[in-house]
């Protein structure tokens, strides 16, 4: 006897979700949202192209936005928690066992994670072999095993002055998560709101304890002081597949979703540029808050109009959240190595405060254009085949339930 399907609630289900695969535009939107900010402010590091502009006189001066984008790397960390757990959410809500397979939920990680990492480190790797280390640079030996391993974050020299790749520190935190997240799904399933209070408080008492030191940046973006960027993201999917029965979309959910996003960007701009004196602890003191308006995006943007999630989940949305990984991957390193290799051709040693606006324009967008080719050629050529090739449920044209991106 087949199963009878669950009632409907008040319209579709939120954000278009379907059993254990769910899809949520504003989830692509947040993620397309938060890489470009966090590329944006790289590129802005080496070209020093000025992101304001004038609209009817009025000067709009976007360096409030873009200096502090590096913050955005926290709403990815929170999205990656919602997507964990969702599915677990989901099948709990419904009666179902809450919890992953364990052997399961690491093979899809490592299949997800491990293609594109390998193809950054070999491409690290080689053209570290064919030219001279950065001065204070570690030994080659020691970054590789420490990046293999995933515990490069916990050393200066290879998370500081590494020579592969510096965006793959997020990569590490990420991979000591997924270690403890069977653990923080089943203690969720259980007791959420505690769980969620206890992660967030052992956060808060990380980052007072890190505030303390003299010079913290080694221990600004450990996990122990991200733990609560995860719960966050953890409490939005629980109380997304938990809630109090059916919730009826909505334009005042697109309003509130709307409120969230505007906090984000007031956080970035409540941070003056010209005042660089505490940056660390500034970043660790609007953490919090940071996560709060993020969560709520993710909440209420599951309640959006169907419309509005078709508009807002089209397909140029759905292709810049698939390359999105390997797009972050890419940018920074790439952005480094052009000027290393002089494209565009430049003969100052400062190029960004000599060349002019030229020379920044050009720069910009050969490194923009090359970094979405490289994304699309690594996704599609690395990505995708390693990740079947390592995850049998993908062979089969099934993609992880809620893995997210």
């Known amino acids: ?53 004038s609209v009817l006189g009025t000067w709009v001066d976007l360096q409030r936005l873009v200096r502090r984008g590096y913050m955005m790397v926290d709403l990815l960390l929170l999205l990656s928690g919602f997507l964990l757990y969702l599915p677990c959410a989901r099948r709990r809500s ?48 020691k970054d590789l095993l420490t990046h ?69 940046t080694l221990w600004i973006n450990q996990l122990p002081c991200m733990l609560d960027l995860y719960a966050f993201g953890m409490l939005a999917a629980h109380l997304l597949a938990a809630g109090p029965g059916p919730v009826r979309r909505g334009w005042a959910w697109a309003a509130a979703s709307l409120a969230c996003l505007l906090a984000v960007g007031a956080i970035l701009w409540a941070q003056n540029p010209a005042d660089n004196r505490d940056l660390q602890g500034l970043q660790l003191a609007w953490r919090l808050p940071l996560a709060l308006a993020g969560s709520g995006f993710l909440y209420c943007g599951a309640w959006w109009p169907a419309g509005l999630a078709r508009a807002v989940g089209n397909p140029v949305t759905r292709f810049l959240a698939g390359i999105s990984y390997n797009f972050y991957i890419w940018h920074q390193y790439l952005a480094v190595k052009l000027k290393q290799w002089h494209i565009p051709p430049y003969v100052s040693e400062l190029p960004q405060q000599t060349e002019g606006r030229l020379w920044q324009l050009r720069y910009t967008w050969i490194w923009a254009g090359l970094a979405l080719v490289l994304a699309v050629l690594a996704t599609e050529l690395v990505e995708k085949p390693g990740g079947r090739l390592l995850d049998p449920a993908r062979r089969k044209g099934r993609p992880p339930a809620g893995a997210g991106r």
Not at 18 to 47: E, K, M, T
Not at 103 to 117: E, N, Q, T, V, W
Not at 190 to 210: F, Q, S
């Open 1 to 53: 006897m087949k199963r009878k399907p669950p009632a409907p609630s008040t319209g579709p289900g939120p954000g278009g979700m379907d059993g254990d695969r769910p899809y949520l535009a504003a989830a692509d939107l947040l993620r397309v949202f938060s890489v470009g900010l966090v590329a944006w402010f790289h590129i802005w590091q080496q070209s020093w192209l000025n992101p304001g502009f």
């Open 148 to 216: 293999l391993t995933f515990t490069h974050t916990f050393f200066a020299d290879t998370y500081l002055w590494t020579n592969l790749n510096g965006a793959l520190w997020t990569l590490a935190v990420e991979m000591q998560f997924y270690l403890l997240f069977p653990l923080a799904a089943r203690l969720f399933a259980r007791r959420p709101w505690r769980t969620w209070a206890g992660m967030t408080a052992l956060a808060l008492l990380c980052r007072w304890g890190v505030a303390q030191m003299a010079d913290p």
């Open 94 to 141: 419904r009666g179902g066992a809450p919890l992953p397979d364990v052997p399961k939920f690491y093979r899809r990680r490592l299949a997800r994670i491990l293609p594109s990492y390998l193809l950054a480190m070999g491409v690290g790797t080689a053209l570290l072999l064919g030219s001279a280390p950065a001065p204070g640079s570690p030994p080659l030996w």
